[in-house]
């Protein structure tokens, strides 16, 4: 658990700059706005931290650039989930896992949701399957953490402001590090 929770904690450390795929904001930025977006919401810390890691397999690949004008789907929601469940568990790696197709399954739910839609977010959308029909609608409401996937989804589509970075870079990660010791130990307790 440790070991995993500094490797994680490294890889926002030394990539966190990069930009994240296809818009003003870097990965770490991203990554706080969402969690900062969860914690304020009165997230669990679970959905919290969900929320921080939701993109961690794009770092985790270590994918270069803006795969999406390459035509490429990263598959980086399936890479994260599969790196943070066992170390905190599904309440944490689901969400992950079903970021993508959350986004599916509110463009065809929300009027609104589609038209806000960042450049990027539009083009990957193709990839990754294009709006939901109504039966895989009602597949996905069956999901278990259903619910939390579409809040996360929501918060991560808002945390892509250029400027919005309160904490210091070392406050963010030190935040970063408590939550994952936080969550990964009360999996175990
Ligand atoms: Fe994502
Ligand atoms: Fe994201």
Redesign the pocket.
């Given at each position: 658990m440790q070991k995993m929770i500094g490797t994680l904690l490294a890889l926002y450390e030394q990539g966190g700059d990069l930009v994240?795929a296809g818009e003003s904001v870097t990965q770490l930025m991203?990554a706080w706005q969402?969690g900062r977006l969860a914690e304020k919401s009165g997230a669990s810390a679970a959905l919290q931290l969900a929320s921080w890691l939701?993109?961690v397999g794009h770092l985790w690949a270590n994918f270069e650039g803006t795969p999406t004008l390459r035509g490429q789907d990263d598959a980086h929601e399936s890479i994260g989930a599969h790196v943070l469940l066992p170390v905190f568990g599904p309440a944490v790696s689901e969400p992950v896992r079903l970021?993508v197709q959350a986004k599916r399954y509110l463009v065809s739910t929300r009027e609104t949701y589609a038209r806000k839609l960042t450049p990027d977010s539009v083009r990957s959308l193709q990839l990754q399957g294009g709006p939901m029909g109504p039966q895989a609608c009602a597949a996905f409401e069956e999901e278990p953490f259903f619910a939390d996937a579409v809040k996360l989804r929501v918060w991560?589509d808002l945390?892509n402001k250029s400027s919005w970075f309160e904490d210091t870079r070392h406050d963010a990660l030190d935040h970063l590090m408590q939550l994952m010791h936080r969550v990964a130990q009360e999996r175990v307790t």
């Open positions: 994240y991203h969402c939701h993109d970021h991560d945390g």
